[in-house]
């Protein structure tokens, strides 16, 4: 079968990549000629762990490709998926359809036989029906069907979540759309991975709820660590204690700096704009995006603690900055919001992490880059461990303390230990939900 994929980004290349090593014909289109140009050069524009190897095989295999050119892309495909952005709108927390509704046009306008047209982007409810319109405007004479395949897939672990799904969504409108996602789907099916075939409004509003009750449990345990600190429980006792529950689950249960990437503010944001345009407030949501901003506000306090009240003339150093590790993406990290604010106090930051440079450059002005952690640690005051990459988590903390002008740690992932900072010669160490300082 073939197979068109609008956007190259975290989803529709992985997706993309994907499809083709289940045998399909993929060509995968984008706006952006910096994208196709490294993309067609063998080049992955994005850090995905896995993806540069698959793609290579499979370009070799002469089953993937690249252009700009859609309509040469849906010559012959019998599925385009739509895979762009739906960041926030700006002023009202909606979803901004711009890009989801540009692509319906173009491929209504490049279209001449049956296809079926996939949205995989996370898109309000409605909105599939609102792309069918538009393409039926754009091209009254076109057969075709929309169906809805929202994306679950993590980044960082992308590809076995897509090749290893715990289930396929699959809004559809009749069984001849039906049928052509169950023959694009069909490698999953052979192996018994659930596919949940439903209606369109169904599929939009799983991948919606979805989201925000993952958002929200990390929120509670957020908010049962900022307790913890003031009863002396120790939160990573209480999230195992509660995980080993079945009906609870251990997944999304750390406590951490606040949740942040490409998905989770987003899209709390446009369901709770959904639940408001209708009239039916999702007012846990609601409830979630605010606590989450004041967890990331409680980082910077327990930064200011660890500085004696003030970053003025203090060195940082800070250790992950993409969102959480494997990743270079930078959306919407609680790094956005600590970083400027030590930068705003007055503290001279120094920044290592192994793939956020070439994003963080741009996004946080006036720090400094250091490769090694304990170069940047090099007569620091404060050490912060902000994203738990690999390499941040098995430090020589020894050699840290010794490097520090003052070895004082805030750890907002957990890492390690009070026990382990004192060991080393830390003088101070705080956590996330655990009693702090030594
Ligand atoms: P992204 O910003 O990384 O990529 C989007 C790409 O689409 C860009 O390369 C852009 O140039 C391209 N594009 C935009 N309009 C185009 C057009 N008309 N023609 C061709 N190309 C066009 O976005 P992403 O992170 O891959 O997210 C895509 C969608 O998937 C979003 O709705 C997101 O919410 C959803 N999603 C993302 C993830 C994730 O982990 N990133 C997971 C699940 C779902």
Redesign the pocket.
Not at 167 to 178: I, K, L, S
């Given at each position: 079968m073939k197979i068109a994929m609008?956007?190259?980004?975290?989803?529709?290349l992985v997706s993309g990549v994907c499809f083709s090593d289940f045998g399909h014909e993929v060509v995968c289109?984008?706006?952006?000629p910096r994208?196709i140009e490294m993309l067609e050069a063998g080049q992955v524009p994005i850090y995905e762990p896995g993806l540069d190897a698959l793609m290579a095989k499979n370009v070799e295999a002469g089953r993937l490709s690249f252009t700009m050119d859609?309509a040469s892309a849906i010559d012959g495909a019998q599925a385009v998926f739509i895979?762009?952005?739906?960041p926030t709108r700006r002023g009202d927390g909606h979803a901004d359809l711009t890009?989801v509704m540009?692509?319906a046009e173009?491929i209504a306008k490049a279209a001449s036989d049956y296809l079926v047209i996939v949205t995989?982007?996370?898109v309000p409810v409605g909105t599939n029906r609102q792309v069918k319109q538009t393409v039926a405007k754009a091209n009254p004479s076109l057969e075709f069907d929309v169906a809805s395949n929202p994306?679950?897939?993590?980044?960082g672990a992308a590809i076995d979540d897509f090749m290893k799904p715990d289930r396929v969504v699959v809004g559809v409108q009749n069984d001849r759309a039906a049928q052509v996602m169950e023959d694009i789907y069909r490698p999953l099916y052979l192996r018994d991975f659930p596919i949940v075939t439903t209606d369109l409004e169904s599929a939009e509003m799983i991948k919606y709820a979805a989201n925000a009750f993952l958002a929200t449990k990390i929120t509670f345990i957020n908010e049962i660590a900022a307790l913890c600190e003031k009863v002396g429980a120790d939160v990573k006792s209480v999230s195992k204690g509660m995980g080993m529950d079945g009906r609870i689950g251990n997944k999304f249960l750390h406590a951490g700096p606040g949740y942040g990437g490409?998905?989770f503010p987003?899209?709390t944001k446009a369901l709770a704009r959904i639940g408001q345009e209708h009239a039916s407030p999702i007012s846990i949501v609601e409830t979630v995006i605010k606590v989450n901003e004041d967890v990331k506000r409680r980082m910077i306090d327990k930064l200011t603690d660890l500085c004696d009240g003030s970053f003025n003339g203090k060195t940082v150093a800070v250790l992950g900055v993409t969102f959480k590790p494997n990743t270079d993406d930078m959306r919407d990290a609680p790094s956005l919001t600590i970083v400027p604010a030590l930068v705003g106090g007055g503290a001279k930051v120094r920044v290592c992490d192994p793939q956020g440079k070439r994003e963080g450059e741009h996004l946080l002005p006036g720090v400094s880059w250091e490769e090694d952690p304990y170069k940047a640690a090099h007569k620091a005051d404060l050490l912060v461990i902000l994203t738990e990459w690999n390499e941040f988590r098995a430090l020589d903390l020894k050699k840290m303390a010794r490097k520090m002008e003052t070895p004082r740690m805030a750890d907002l992932r957990n890492v390690y230990s009070k026990r382990d900072a004192r060991r080393a010669g830390f003088e101070a160490y705080d956590s996330i939900g655990r009693e702090g300082y030594l």
């Amino acid at each position: 079968m073939k197979i068109a994929m609008i956007g190259t980004g975290y989803v529709g290349l992985v997706s993309g990549v994907c499809f083709s090593d289940f045998g399909h014909e993929v060509v995968c289109v984008d706006k952006d000629p910096r994208k196709i140009e490294m993309l067609e050069a063998g080049q992955v524009p994005i850090y995905e762990p896995g993806l540069d190897a698959l793609m290579a095989k499979n370009v070799e295999a002469g089953r993937l490709s690249f252009t700009m050119d859609l309509a040469s892309a849906i010559d012959g495909a019998q599925a385009v998926f739509i895979a762009v952005g739906t960041p926030t709108r700006r002023g009202d927390g909606h979803a901004d359809l711009t890009y989801v509704m540009a692509a319906a046009e173009e491929i209504a306008k490049a279209a001449s036989d049956y296809l079926v047209i996939v949205t995989k982007s996370t898109v309000p409810v409605g909105t599939n029906r609102q792309v069918k319109q538009t393409v039926a405007k754009a091209n009254p004479s076109l057969e075709f069907d929309v169906a809805s395949n929202p994306e679950f897939l993590r980044e960082g672990a992308a590809i076995d979540d897509f090749m290893k799904p715990d289930r396929v969504v699959v809004g559809v409108q009749n069984d001849r759309a039906a049928q052509v996602m169950e023959d694009i789907y069909r490698p999953l099916y052979l192996r018994d991975f659930p596919i949940v075939t439903t209606d369109l409004e169904s599929a939009e509003m799983i991948k919606y709820a979805a989201n925000a009750f993952l958002a929200t449990k990390i929120t509670f345990i957020n908010e049962i660590a900022a307790l913890c600190e003031k009863v002396g429980a120790d939160v990573k006792s209480v999230s195992k204690g509660m995980g080993m529950d079945g009906r609870i689950g251990n997944k999304f249960l750390h406590a951490g700096p606040g949740y942040g990437g490409s998905c989770f503010p987003k899209d709390t944001k446009a369901l709770a704009r959904i639940g408001q345009e209708h009239a039916s407030p999702i007012s846990i949501v609601e409830t979630v995006i605010k606590v989450n901003e004041d967890v990331k506000r409680r980082m910077i306090d327990k930064l200011t603690d660890l500085c004696d009240g003030s970053f003025n003339g203090k060195t940082v150093a800070v250790l992950g900055v993409t969102f959480k590790p494997n990743t270079d993406d930078m959306r919407d990290a609680p790094s956005l919001t600590i970083v400027p604010a030590l930068v705003g106090g007055g503290a001279k930051v120094r920044v290592c992490d192994p793939q956020g440079k070439r994003e963080g450059e741009h996004l946080l002005p006036g720090v400094s880059w250091e490769e090694d952690p304990y170069k940047a640690a090099h007569k620091a005051d404060l050490l912060v461990i902000l994203t738990e990459w690999n390499e941040f988590r098995a430090l020589d903390l020894k050699k840290m303390a010794r490097k520090m002008e003052t070895p004082r740690m805030a750890d907002l992932r957990n890492v390690y230990s009070k026990r382990d900072a004192r060991r080393a010669g830390f003088e101070a160490y705080d956590s996330i939900g655990r009693e702090g300082y030594l």
